[in-house]
């Protein structure tokens, strides 16, 4: 096989999938374009191991559960220190007075033993009833990062991740929903149509909470009435400023308080109020503001849940919307900026298809622009993370470990600082290089004993990297040094 | 219950995730004078609630505006008087102290020449320097910086020190090196192994070589950490407010022992997130007075580990914008305009209130919801930028902040 077609399989595993494993190369490199096409055409296939996880809802009311039962056993264990100092205080009270001198002391020393049994109650308490939302959590990074580890190319899976973080919310805020939220919301829709996934997203009880709707409520609604509370327009702005239109790309701030508006009452059943259905979306009619709304400068007519889909699938086949996303995308995939051809067609594709996606992503493979320009995206730390543990043959991966380099590395999982999501260009990655190599060292350590790093060179970059790193790998002192250096050569981390 | 623990988690991590700072040196910078400069830019992410934290306690409308959430000085906690019209949060005391010995002052109803709403825009504005949000990749500080090295003050050669930072604040991304630090431990790779990955990088990629190059440099500077770190060995830290408290005092403190080193930077840049506070914001008592609290722990930890240098020093802590006048319906503020800007250090000639007060009544109002603002907040920075670090005039106006011409450097804020 010629060396460009070699180079170009190496090409579609960096800049669409997620990077080379042992054989990888030559599984693809008679036709590396049509390999991608096909992973994108292959029925999708739900992660057969998330079949023993539990949906959002329900890890949510697990979680729930267990903070009410650990409140509940403090509070007893409280109750039962008190009984126990009230008996010692009254038999004292039988025995002569003390020196008043004394008395003040004792009571300083009664203040802090109650603090001390205050804190053993809950600490007891925390013992005896673990938080599950931590596990749950690691298990769904489990999962997820082994399916990128274990993907042919992992095209798809590029995309679950790139969406997620599209549509992002924060783990920080509701962990026990935020691997279920992906695996709901955005993974079955990745391959099929942007309202889908808009709607989908939007709708999702993590979201809702995220973005602050689930309290927000028309003035004019019934709750806003009795209660005097009111509008939260977060959502309402963050759908149009970063899932949809695009910032600056026309809306105004009526537009929001608007589109807001039209959103109150999408909230979700209370943990408390129902074992059952607690965390499951809910459209509450006593929050939303009656009446007719102008969104863009189209009437929407009253009708409740409704109305907030119909300016969603309005808002999906949106022209600013096409553009925004085929620039995104391109930006994310094959250059912080972006061939405008490319962008254009993406964009044309999106718009002409009403929004398939599986159309969208073709048409970015395809595109011969996609492919001509030089290798200059920095990986993301999570795309290298997962790229080194690929091309080190490895198929699995200590979530607790792995969870760790990434908040080292500043992309934590599922965390974002901001409904932004991460960044994905050069500049915000790039003064990260110290840490990046603490981390490749540290893997590196443990992967010595396994790894060989000229068979790393030979069968996994297939020979594809500058005489440079040959010299310097073969000149490294280590082979945990020469695995460093490998990984954290120009050719391993841009893409 | 469950709604508290979650949202004060996200702050706790929001705080986290987005601290880090970064600096670069001018070791000749204003030695002519017999002066040595230091400028630390802190910048708040989410955009501070500016009423919520210098409250016009003197405005007729003020209460009316805002209810029983309005601060007052003779509230539960009282708020701490600045002047006969201003009084600053309660959560404040060290910066409340410092603008009594005068090595503070504050600026109200200031903001950029942004007036969208959005924090991403709003924070592009703000650390580029340029009006137009995304028109450029570089932020004013490290052009001050070129301008300065241009002029001969600064030899940016002795300069390039070192990064561990995952994402560098926008304000001193550019040209001029920069290197940046993150609190938190790690196994590191060996000298030997830095070294001929360099030497790699120097053949193949130079802007990984440069950007490598830089950490090498701070590694060289020597440990910033004090003995009291409190992340050195131990991550388990104290939870919730506690834990914030501890982090940004720590991020400060460490980028001030920097500053403070005779051939150590002179000027760097810290972001802190979390103030973006549209529910349940809680000036007088809750999470904006949380997040205050740990501001000034942050600027007294500053001063301390400052040393002598403090009187060298000038602190100027900005935001991207403000937020409405009024409460929302969930008891918090959305996205607005007109805010506050914190300067502190011992080179200030401070102990005022530096305001054009626009009143609260509505038609005063920006759009009938936000604080007007009156004072272009790009006069306050070309004020320090000329006076403080000595950038010349007419290159504040054309390559810091471009298109600043008619917008003059106030004067007399140090001095």
């Given at each position: 096989?010629?060396?460009?077609?070699?180079?170009?399989?190496?090409?579609?595993?960096?800049?669409?999938?997620?990077?080379?494993?042992?054989?990888?190369?030559?599984?693809?490199?008679?036709?590396?374009?049509?390999?991608?096409?096909?992973?994108?055409?292959?029925?999708?296939?739900?992660?057969?191991?998330?079949?023993?996880?539990?949906?959002?809802?329900?890890?949510?009311?697990?979680?729930?559960?267990?903070?009410?039962?650990?409140?509940?056993?403090?509070?007893?264990?409280?109750?039962?220190?008190?009984?126990?100092?009230?008996?010692?205080?009254?038999?004292?009270?039988?025995?002569?007075?003390?020196?008043?001198?004394?008395?003040?002391?004792?009571?300083?020393?009664?203040?802090?033993?109650?603090?001390?049994?205050?804190?053993?109650?809950?600490?007891?308490?925390?013992?005896?009833?673990?938080?599950?939302?931590?596990?749950?959590?690691?298990?769904?990074?489990?999962?997820?990062?082994?399916?990128?580890?274990?993907?042919?190319?992992?095209?798809?899976?590029?995309?679950?991740?790139?969406?997620?973080?599209?549509?992002?919310?924060?783990?920080?805020?509701?962990?026990?929903?935020?691997?279920?939220?992906?695996?709901?919301?955005?993974?079955?829709?990745?391959?099929?149509?942007?309202?889908?996934?808009?709607?989908?997203?939007?709708?999702?009880?993590?979201?809702?909470?995220?973005?602050?709707?689930?309290?927000?409520?028309?003035?004019?609604?019934?709750a806003g009435i009795n209660r005097s509370r009111?509008?939260?327009?977060?959502?309402?702005?963050?759908?149009?400023?970063?899932?949809?239109?695009?910032?600056?790309?026309?809306?105004?701030?009526?537009?929001?308080?608007?589109?807001?508006?039209?959103?109150?009452?999408?909230?979700?059943?209370?943990?408390?109020?129902?074992?059952?259905?607690?965390?499951?979306?809910?459209?509450?009619?006593?929050?939303?503001?009656?009446?007719?709304?102008?969104?863009?400068?189209?009437?929407?007519?009253?009708?409740?849940?409704?109305?907030?889909?119909?300016?969603?699938?309005?808002?999906?086949?949106?022209?600013?919307?096409?553009?925004?996303?085929?620039?995104?995308?391109?930006?994310?995939?094959?250059?912080?900026?972006?061939?405008?051809?490319?962008?254009?067609?993406?964009?044309?594709?999106?718009?002409?298809?009403?929004?398939?996606?599986?159309?969208?992503?073709k048409a970015m493979v395809s595109s011969p622009?996609?492919?001509?320009?030089?290798?200059?995206?920095?990986?993301?730390?999570?795309?290298?993370?997962?790229?080194?543990?690929?091309?080190?043959?490895?198929?699995?991966?200590?979530?607790?470990?792995?969870?760790?380099?990434?908040?080292?590395?500043?992309?934590?999982?599922?965390?974002?600082?901001?409904?932004?999501?991460?960044?994905?260009?050069?500049?915000?990655?790039?003064?990260?290089?110290?840490?990046?190599?603490?981390?490749?060292?540290?893997?590196?350590?443990?992967?010595?004993?396994?790894?060989?790093?000229?068979?790393?060179?030979?069968?996994?970059?297939?020979?594809?990297?500058?005489?440079?790193?040959?010299?310097?790998?073969?000149?490294?002192?280590?082979?945990?040094?020469?695995?460093?250096?490998?990984?954290?050569?120009?050719?391993?981390?841009?893409? | 219950?469950?709604?508290?623990?979650?949202?004060?988690?996200?702050?706790?991590?929001?705080?986290?995730?987005?601290?880090?700072?970064?600096?670069?040196?001018?070791?000749?910078?204003?030695?002519?004078?017999?002066?040595?400069?230091?400028?630390?830019?802190?910048?708040?992410?989410?955009?501070?609630?500016?009423?919520?934290?210098?409250?016009?306690?003197?405005?007729?409308?003020?209460?009316?505006?805002?209810?029983?959430?309005?601060?007052?000085?003779?509230?539960?906690?009282?708020?701490?008087?600045?002047?006969?019209?201003?009084?600053?949060?309660?959560?404040?005391?060290?910066?409340?102290?410092?603008?009594?010995?005068?090595?503070?002052?504050?600026?109200?109803?200031?903001?950029?020449?942004?007036?969208?709403?959005?924090?991403?825009?709003?924070?592009?504005?703000?650390?580029?320097?340029?009006?137009?949000?995304?028109?450029?990749?570089?932020?004013?500080?490290?052009?001050?910086?070129?301008?300065?090295?241009?002029?001969?003050?600064?030899?940016?050669?002795?300069?390039?020190?070192?990064?561990?930072?995952?994402?560098?604040?926008?304000?001193?991304?550019?040209?001029?090196?920069?290197?940046?630090?993150?609190?938190?431990?790690?196994?590191?790779?060996?000298?030997?192994?830095?070294?001929?990955?360099?030497?790699?990088?120097?053949?193949?990629?130079?802007?990984?070589?440069?950007?490598?190059?830089?950490?090498?440099?701070?590694?060289?500077?020597?440990?910033?950490?004090?003995?009291?770190?409190?992340?050195?060995?131990?991550?388990?830290?104290?939870?919730?407010?506690?834990?914030?408290?501890?982090?940004?005092?720590?991020?400060?403190?460490?980028?001030?022992?920097?500053?403070?080193?005779?051939?150590?930077?002179?000027?760097?840049?810290?972001?802190?997130?979390?103030?973006?506070?549209?529910?349940?914001?809680?000036?007088?008592?809750?999470?904006?007075?949380?997040?205050?609290?740990?501001?000034?722990?942050?600027?007294?930890?500053?001063?301390?580990?400052?040393?002598?240098?403090?009187?060298?020093?000038?602190?100027?802590?900005?935001?991207?914008?403000?937020?409405?006048?009024?409460?929302?319906?969930?008891?918090?503020?959305?996205?607005?305009?007109?805010?506050?800007?914190?300067?502190?250090?011992?080179?200030?000639?401070?102990?005022?209130?530096?305001?054009?007060?626009?009143?609260?009544?509505?038609?005063?109002?920006?759009?009938g919801r936000d604080l007007k603002p009156t004072?272009?907040?790009?006069?306050?920075?070309?004020?320090?930028?000329?006076?403080?670090?000595?950038?010349?005039?007419?290159?504040?106006?054309?390559?810091?902040?471009?298109?600043?011409?008619?917008?003059?450097?106030?004067?007399?804020?140090?001095?």
């Amino acid at each position: 096989m010629s060396s460009s077609a070699k180079a170009e399989a190496i090409l579609a595993l960096n800049r669409f999938g997620m990077g080379p494993r042992p054989g990888s190369i030559a599984a693809i490199e008679t036709d590396p374009r049509g390999a991608l096409i096909a992973e994108l055409e292959r029925p999708y296939a739900a992660l057969a191991a998330s079949s023993a996880l539990p949906s959002s809802t329900k890890a949510f009311r697990t979680v729930a559960d267990a903070n009410a039962k650990r409140q509940a056993r403090a509070t007893l264990a409280k109750r039962e220190q008190e009984a126990k100092r009230k008996q010692m205080a009254d038999a004292s009270a039988m025995a002569p007075p003390a020196m008043a001198e004394g008395a003040t002391q004792d009571s300083k020393e009664q203040a802090s033993k109650e603090q001390d049994g205050k804190e053993m109650a809950e600490k007891a308490a925390a013992d005896a009833v673990p938080d599950p939302g931590r596990p749950i959590y690691l298990q769904e990074v489990k999962i997820r990062t082994e399916a990128a580890l274990n993907a042919d190319i992992g095209l798809t899976e590029r995309l679950v991740w790139f969406w997620s973080n599209h549509f992002c919310i924060s783990a920080d805020k509701i962990q026990s929903m935020s691997g279920a939220y992906e695996r709901e919301a955005i993974r079955p829709h990745v391959l099929g149509r942007f309202v889908d996934m808009l709607l989908a997203a939007e709708g999702h009880p993590a979201m809702l909470f995220y973005l602050d709707n689930t309290i927000s409520m028309g003035a004019n609604s019934t709750a806003g009435i009795n209660r005097s509370r009111g509008l939260n327009e977060n959502l309402a702005r963050e759908t149009l400023e970063l899932h949809t239109l695009g910032v600056r790309s026309g809306y105004t701030q009526d537009d929001v308080i608007s589109f807001a508006n039209v959103l109150t009452g999408w909230t979700w059943v209370p943990a408390g109020g129902d074992p059952e259905h607690g965390g499951e979306f809910s459209f509450n009619p006593r929050l939303h503001e009656p009446g007719a709304k102008t969104v863009l400068g189209k009437l929407y007519e009253d009708g409740e849940v409704e109305q907030g889909r119909a300016v969603l699938r309005d808002l999906a086949i949106h022209p600013a919307t096409a553009t925004h996303i085929a620039g995104k995308l391109a930006r994310h995939f094959v250059a912080d900026v972006p061939p405008p051809a490319l962008v254009e067609t993406m964009a044309k594709v999106f718009h002409d298809t009403g929004g398939d996606l599986k159309e969208v992503t073709k048409a970015m493979v395809s595109s011969p622009e996609s492919w001509t320009g030089p290798a200059t995206k920095l990986k993301l730390p999570c795309e290298w993370t997962v790229g080194m543990v690929r091309a080190a043959g490895m198929t699995q991966t200590d979530p607790v470990r792995f969870t760790a380099g990434q908040t080292l590395l500043g992309e934590r999982l599922w965390r974002p600082p901001s409904p932004k999501g991460y960044a994905d260009d050069e500049a915000t990655w790039i003064d990260g290089m110290g840490r990046r190599l603490d981390i490749a060292n540290n893997f590196s350590e443990r992967a010595a004993d396994k790894v060989d790093p000229q068979d790393v060179i030979e069968n996994v970059l297939g020979s594809c990297v500058s005489a440079d790193v040959k010299q310097a790998v073969g000149r490294a002192e280590s082979r945990q040094q020469a695995l460093a250096l490998l990984f954290m050569s120009a050719e391993f981390q841009r893409r | 219950m469950t709604f508290h623990r979650h949202l004060h988690s996200r702050r706790e991590a929001l705080i986290g995730a987005g601290a880090l700072f970064a600096w670069t040196q001018m070791p000749k910078l204003a030695r002519a004078e017999g002066r040595d400069p230091r400028l630390l830019v802190i910048v708040l992410r989410g955009a501070l609630d500016g009423l919520g934290a210098v409250a016009p306690v003197g405005d007729p409308d003020w209460i009316g505006l805002r209810g029983d959430r309005a601060l007052v000085l003779d509230g539960k906690t009282p708020a701490l008087p600045l002047d006969a019209f201003f009084a600053l949060n309660p959560a404040m005391p060290n910066l409340h102290r410092l603008y009594k010995a005068q090595q503070a002052s504050i600026i109200h109803a200031t903001a950029t020449p942004y007036r969208e709403r959005s924090h991403f825009d709003g924070q592009d504005v703000l650390e580029s320097g340029v009006a137009r949000p995304g028109a450029v990749d570089t932020g004013w500080l490290n052009r001050a910086l070129m301008a300065l090295a241009s002029d001969g003050q600064v030899d940016l050669r002795g300069s390039r020190a070192l990064g561990v930072g995952a994402v560098t604040p926008l304000v001193v991304r550019g040209q001029a090196p920069v290197m940046s630090w993150i609190p938190q431990k790690l196994l590191l790779a060996s000298d030997d192994t830095r070294a001929r990955l360099l030497d790699l990088y120097q053949h193949t990629d130079p802007k990984l070589a440069v950007a490598l190059q830089a950490r090498i440099r701070l590694a060289a500077l020597g440990p910033a950490a004090g003995p009291d770190d409190p992340f050195a060995d131990n991550p388990a830290l104290p939870p919730g407010i506690a834990r914030i408290r501890a982090y940004v005092a720590e991020v400060a403190g460490t980028a001030a022992r920097f500053l403070a080193k005779p051939d150590g930077p002179r000027v760097g840049a810290a972001g802190f997130v979390g103030w973006d506070t549209h529910i349940n914001e809680g000036a007088a008592a809750g999470q904006l007075a949380n997040l205050l609290g740990a501001l000034d722990g942050a600027l007294a930890a500053i001063e301390t580990n400052m040393g002598e240098a403090w009187h060298e020093t000038v602190v100027a802590v900005i935001t991207e914008f403000g937020r409405t006048a009024r409460i929302n319906g969930t008891d918090g503020t959305d996205h607005g305009q007109g805010t506050v800007a914190f300067l502190t250090g011992g080179a200030l000639k401070g102990g005022r209130m530096i305001a054009d007060w626009p009143g609260l009544k509505a038609a005063q109002l920006y759009e009938g919801r936000d604080l007007k603002p009156t004072t272009d907040l790009r006069a306050v920075l070309k004020g320090l930028l000329r006076d403080h670090l000595r950038v010349d005039e007419r290159v504040l106006a054309s390559t810091v902040f471009p298109d600043s011409a008619d917008v003059a450097p106030m004067a007399g804020l140090v001095g």
